[in-house]
């Protein structure tokens, strides 16, 4: 009898990433119950958005555990799309890394260009809102992530239904937040709509072109 060889990955570093993301959101209703309370609720009423779109808008604590348990959940979840749909990955926990690095700078450098356009343009206070609303948004689509990361990991690994119905909640999420948002702030945005269109153009849907042509190729 010839010995087969049998590769079995390793789910170890995956469990510590889904625990330290878990401490992160634990620790984020702990001391922000009240913030949090508002939070879980964010598609059905906008509270949340309400009330803390003008306290400390991104620079907050609360704010910045929930991206922080977003950024990581969205890297992993991209990391098991990328490792499903293509198969590119080598080696799971340096590409998951890479992923991680390259979501966070990608971000950041959206992030510093959207600064620097309402600088430009006299309208850090309508992008500063604009952010905020956003990024709540993905924060709380960032639970899906979560679900949808357990799921994929320990109960249906590579189950392709899990991604098209993760992704689909997900773009719900993020619709009903947009729908939101130009109810919300159509007073705003109507007088500077020439900017708000270069915005949506130039930072939020040329990067999705460049990425899907770049996963495509």
């Known amino acids: 009898m010839n010995?087969?060889?049998?590769?079995?990955?390793?789910?170890?570093?995956?469990?510590?990433?889904?625990f330290f993301s878990m401490v992160v959101l634990a620790l984020g209703k702990y001391l922000f119950q009240n913030r949090f309370l508002n939070f879980i609720i964010l598609p059905f009423n906008n509270k949340y958005v309400v009330l803390h779109s003008k306290k400390g808008r991104l620079l907050n604590w609360f704010h910045i555990l929930l991206t922080l348990f977003q950024l990581v959940n969205f890297s992993l979840f991209l990391f098991l799309v990328i490792k499903t749909f293509f198969n590119l990955v080598e080696d799971d926990l340096v590409s998951f890394l890479t992923v991680l690095v390259a979501v966070v700078l990608f971000q950041l450098v959206k992030l510093g260009l959207q600064w620097?356009?309402?600088y430009v343009f006299n309208t850090q206070?309508?992008?500063a809102e604009l952010?905020?609303?956003?990024?709540?948004?993905?924060n709380y689509s960032s639970l899906i992530m979560f679900m949808a990361n357990v799921i994929l990991i320990y109960i249906a690994p590579s189950y392709k239904i899990v991604f098209y119905v993760a992704f689909i909640l997900i773009v719900s999420i993020?619709?009903?937040?947009?729908?939101?948002?130009?109810?919300?702030?159509?007073?705003?945005?109507?007088?500077?709509?020439?900017?708000?269109?270069?915005?949506?153009?130039t930072l939020e849907i040329a990067p999705l072109v460049i990425v899907g042509t770049y996963l495509n190729d």
């Open 174 to 201: 993020n619709a009903i937040g947009f729908i939101k948002l130009l109810k919300n702030y159509q007073k705003a945005i109507v007088p500077n709509l020439f900017y708000f269109i270069l915005y949506l153009c």
């Open 131 to 138: 952010l905020f609303n956003k990024t709540s948004y993905l």
């Open 3 to 18: 010995p087969i060889e049998k590769v079995v990955d390793s789910l170890d570093w995956m469990t510590m990433v889904l």
């Open 125 to 127: 206070n309508l992008i």
């Open 116 to 118: 620097v356009k309402g």
